[in-house]
C-alpha cells in the first residue's frame, strides 16, 4: 500500500455558476492523492510496475479544460477518469481550490474535496 500524490497543480480555467466566470476565467489549484499497492514497482523499479504521474497529471490536465458550473462536477470527473485509466486505485480524493472567488469580500479560495 502506499499514496501517490499530485500537490498543487496550477491551472487557468472557466469554470463557475456565473456567466462571467465561464468568460473571464480564474485560478485553480488541484491536488489528487491516488491509494495504490507500490510495493512491486518500490522493488523493480520499472515504470510499467506503478501508476504513470505524467499520465494521471494529464487526465487532471484535460478535465480542467471542460467547462462546469460546480467544482464538485469536476472532481467527480477526475475521479471517473483516473478509475477508468488505472486498475490498481485503491482509493483517490480530488481537493479543488477556486482562487479568488467572486465571494462578496476578500477570501483566498473556495475548496472542494471528493473521495472515491
Not at 510499467?48 to 467547462?67: G, H, P, R
Request: hydrophobic letters at 40%.
Amino acid at each position: 500500500m502506499g499514496l501517490i500524490q499530485l500537490e498543487n497543480m496550477e491551472f487557468y480555467a472557466f469554470h463557475g455558476h456565473f456567466k462571467e466566470e465561464q468568460i473571464v476565467g480564474n485560478r485553480f489549484i488541484v491536488s489528487v492523492t491516488i491509494d495504490a499497492d507500490l510495493e512491486k514497482p518500490a522493488k523493480s523499479d520499472k515504470l510499467e510496475d506503478t501508476l504513470n504521474y505524467q499520465k494521471a497529471y494529464q487526465i487532471v490536465k484535460s478535465e480542467m479544460t471542460k467547462k462546469s458550473h460546480l467544482l464538485e462536477n469536476i472532481a467527480s470527473r477526475i475521479l471517473d477518469a483516473l478509475y477508468s485509466n488505472f486498475s490498481t486505485i485503491r482509493s483517490a480524493t480530488v481537493k479543488i481550490s477556486k482562487m479568488n472567488p467572486p465571494m462578496g469580500g476578500k477570501m483566498d479560495c473556495v475548496s472542494i474535496t471528493l473521495s472515491r
